[in-house]
T-cell receptor
Framework: GENVEQHPSTLSVQEGDSAVIKCTYS??????FPWYKQELGKGPQLIID?????GEKKDQRIAVTLNKTAKHFSLHITETQPEDSAVYFC???????????FGKGTMLLVSP | DGGITQSPKYLFRKEGQNVTLSCEQN?????MYWYRQDPGQGLRLIYY???????QKGDIAEGYSVSREKKESFPLTVTSAQKNPTAFYLC????????????FGDGTRLSIL
């Protein structure tokens, strides 16, 4: 089955800096890659997703890049703000499957 | 507002007791999921259901049971067979298929007395 590895497990940045979280996946047939943000005591919320027919997607300060050859994808957050502090999860799935496989999460701390 | 409601937010279980966690959605989604979250472990799938009256085991189904009698409801029972039930439990729903975004509730934290 699919295996998703996520790095780093914790990331501390200063407000205004950029943050990058990377995930690798094992199943070359995977074609859907969502990212979720989980604030303390809450459920995860989808912040951006990408499908394998594109290499990059942006939404304001957030972007995701996908390298199908290397089987990795990354979340980029620019101009970080304290409210970006949360746990971020990547995930992967493939057509015809019913479930997502999640990475173990990255705790992002943005210091003022 | 449409969404997923999990209740209760906190739950305590005595040894040998079964407890049921509630999950209700008004998004008209066909698929529903239960995940367990432990520190440093990410989200692990317990059970999922793609349609009413049907459900499948996930990666860690032992000690848990579910039912899907209504489209909007997918309760999870943590049985006494689950020896380490202390965790944060998350319910999610989607329109169906793993390529569709999943919408999560705000979780139930279960602890052992």
């Amino acid at each position: 089955g699919e295996n998703v590895e996520q790095h780093p497990s914790t990331l501390s940045v200063q407000e205004g800096d950029s943050a990058v979280i990377k995930c690798t996946y094992s199943d070359s047939a995977s074609n859907y890659f969502p990212w979720y943000k989980q604030e303390l005591g809450k459920g995860p919320q989808l912040i951006i997703d990408i499908r394998s027919n594109v290499g990059e997607k942006k939404d304001q300060r957030i972007a995701v890049t996908l390298n199908k050859t290397a089987k990795h994808f990354s979340l980029h957050i620019t101009e970080t703000q304290p409210e970006d502090s949360a746990v971020y999860f990547c995930a992967a799935s493939r057509s015809g499957y019913s479930t997502l496989t999640f990475g173990k999460g990255t705790m992002l701390l943005v210091s003022p | 507002d449409g969404g997923i409601t999990q209740s209760p937010k906190y739950l305590f279980r005595k040894e040998g007791q079964n407890v049921t966690l509630s999950c209700e959605q008004n998004l008209n989604h066909d698929a529903m999921y239960w995940y367990r979250q432990d520190p440093g472990q990410g989200l692990r799938l317990i059970y999922y259901s793609q349609i009413v009256n049907d459900f499948q085991k996930g990666d860690i189904a032992e000690g848990y049971s579910v039912s899907r009698e209504k489209k909007e409801s997918f309760p999870l029972t943590v049985t006494s067979a689950q020896k380490n039930p202390t965790a944060f439990y998350l319910c999610a729903s989607s329109i169906g298929g793993a390529e569709q975004p999943q919408h999560f509730g705000d979780g139930t934290r279960l602890s052992i007395l």
